[in-house]
């Protein structure tokens, strides 16, 4: 490898937390390999915020330690020389090569390297394992760890797996597994190449747009970065992504919490955007409603979304975007038993029906809903009848939210559908919010 990289970085950081955005290293470590021989460089780094209990504990780094340290922008400039020209080896290499893009990007600074992760590379090499955390490593390759969480031993760990690798394996497999792993698909000519390396790792929903700034295509995905390089990534691209290559002019992406808020987000963005592909159409919504007829028995009749509220409204069932399926739908259940009496097929009439019955909204008014994702961020999703009104993060938005809602959510079906499984499956809670004056803290 040193062939074609004039050197080895592996590098770990230890940090106040997980997102890049808002927290900051607190210690940078790196084990510098190249013709020269084997180098160690580490230093501690004042975060200039505190270090979370939890952090301090795992770590071992304190206030303490870290308060006469120097800042990021004063080792900045040594740091970028380092590892200008490297491969930039790293375990999750994504958390350690995007924590630093964004602490140079405070001072102005660029950083650019191939990147290789050892988490990735271990699955590549050793598909029969089910784990490939350091600990794991560690274990199976029986490396030396003196000390776990902090920069430089962990660093220095990687080195180590990598000298198992080479001693252990033929030359010819390690080279391919890396060649393979650094492989950098053919992004569109209109697209910076840099936007590959700020592609987030976490859930989220993208949005490729084309001349005049016209949406083509919102995705979401539970892995940004992986979900959008497949366009762009396969030997044998579809038609579709060969199409959206040619057309597409610009990118864009909005991170998440988790699966529920991609889901919500990609609705909204569905709805607002209308992209010119194929995947959103608006439709007319309808459901069967029992009411009963002049003998009292209850027959079904359609009803419409632009009638009554559907969020609010008892005794609906099913969903359909057209009087025609609508139709379809109850001609398919009663064409199950043509046979019966007519008091047998109104019994069978309501039980198949009850098997596709719409929940009407449980609570009194609007909800927060909280949804947290591994990385330890949270989004509260802010919703009414049915209807999502908004992301926010603190009691300060939701009262933005909820005071430019309509007095009354009009019910949208996707976010319907979304929620109402979210719910049903635990995958979030709702805290009711009875008044935009009383909300409670979401922290």
């Known amino acids: 490898?040193?062939?074609?990289?004039?050197?080895?970085?592996?590098?770990?950081?230890?940090?106040?937390?997980?997102?890049?955005?808002?927290?900051?290293?607190?210690?940078?470590?790196?084990?510098?390999?190249?013709?020269?021989?084997?180098?160690?460089?580490?230093?501690?780094?004042?975060?200039?915020?505190?270090?979370?209990?939890?952090?301090?504990?795992?770590?071992?780094?304190?206030?303490?330690?870290?308060?006469?340290?120097?800042?990021?922008?004063?080792?900045?400039e040594e740091l970028l020389e380092r590892l200008r020209g490297s491969l930039f080896i790293a375990h999750n290499a994504r958390f350690d090569y995007g924590f630093l893009r964004h602490a140079f990007r405070r001072f102005g600074a660029n950083l650019r390297c191939e990147v290789l992760c050892t988490v990735k590379l271990s699955r590549k090499l050793f598909p029969e394992e089910a784990r490939h955390s350091l600990d794991a490593l560690v274990e199976r390759h029986k490396l030396s760890a003196h000390t776990r969480h902090r920069a430089l031993a962990d660093a220095d760990l990687l080195w180590q797996f990598w000298r198992k690798l080479e001693a252990t394996l033929p030359a010819d497999t390690m080279l391919e597994a890396i060649r393979q792993l650094l492989h950098r698909p053919n992004l569109p000519t209109h697209l910076d190449p840099?936007?590959?390396?700020?592609?987030?790792?976490?859930?989220?929903?993208?949005?490729?747009?084309?001349?005049h700034d016209m949406p083509l295509h919102v995705g979401k995905a539970a892995h940004l970065r992986q979900r959008i390089l497949t366009h762009f990534h396969a030997e044998h691209p579809s038609y579709r992504d060969m199409r959206l290559a040619r057309q597409m002019r610009r990118l864009e992406w909005h991170e998440t919490a988790g699966e529920v808020g991609?889901?919500?987000?990609?609705?909204?963005?569905?709805?607002?955007?209308?992209?010119?592909?194929?995947?959103?159409?608006?439709?007319t919504l309808c459901s069967w409603q029992l009411r009963p007829d002049a003998s009292g028995v209850l027959r079904p009749a359609l009803v419409f979304a632009s009638e009554i509220d559907f969020g609010r409204a008892t005794g609906l069932h099913?969903?359909?975007?057209?009087?025609?399926?609508?139709?379809?739908?109850?001609?398919?259940?009663?064409?199950?038993?043509?046979?019966?009496?007519?008091?047998?097929?109104?019994?069978?009439?309501?039980?198949?029906?009850?098997?596709?019955?719409?929940?009407?909204?449980?609570?009194?008014?609007p909800v927060a809903i909280v949804e947290t994702g591994v990385d330890g961020r949270s989004d509260v999703h802010v919703v009414d009848n049915w209807v999502s009104l908004g992301?926010?993060?603190?009691?300060?938005?939701?009262?933005?939210?909820?005071?430019r809602a309509p007095a009354r959510s009009s019910f949208d079906v996707d976010s319907y559908r979304i929620l109402s499984r979210a719910l049903k499956l635990g995958k979030v809670q709702a805290r009711p919010l009875h008044a935009a004056h009383s909300v409670p803290s979401v922290r």
Request: aromatic share 8%; with cysteine.
């Open 262 to 283: 991609a889901q919500l987000l990609q609705a909204q963005l569905m709805k607002r955007q209308k992209p010119t592909l194929p995947g959103a159409h608006e439709s």
């Open 194 to 211: 840099d936007l590959l390396d700020d592609l987030p790792d976490g859930p989220g929903v993208y949005v490729f747009y084309g001349e």
């Open 391 to 403: 992301i926010a993060h603190d009691a300060w938005e939701i009262r933005q939210l909820l005071d």
């Open 1 to 76: 490898m040193l062939n074609r990289y004039g050197k080895l970085i592996f590098i770990d950081l230890e940090t106040t937390g997980p997102n890049p955005l808002c927290d900051h290293i607190t210690e940078i470590g790196l084990v510098e390999v190249s013709a020269a021989g084997v180098q160690r460089w580490s230093t501690l780094v004042n975060p200039e915020m505190p270090i979370p209990p939890f952090i301090q504990q795992l770590t071992g780094i304190s206030d303490d330690m870290v308060r006469d340290a120097p800042t990021f922008d004063t080792v900045q």
């Open 318 to 365: 099913g969903l359909f975007t057209s009087r025609e399926k609508a139709q379809a739908a109850l001609h398919a259940l009663m064409e199950k038993h043509p046979n019966n009496s007519a008091e047998n097929q109104q019994e069978f009439l309501l039980a198949a029906l009850s098997s596709i019955s719409i929940q009407a909204w449980p609570y009194d008014g």
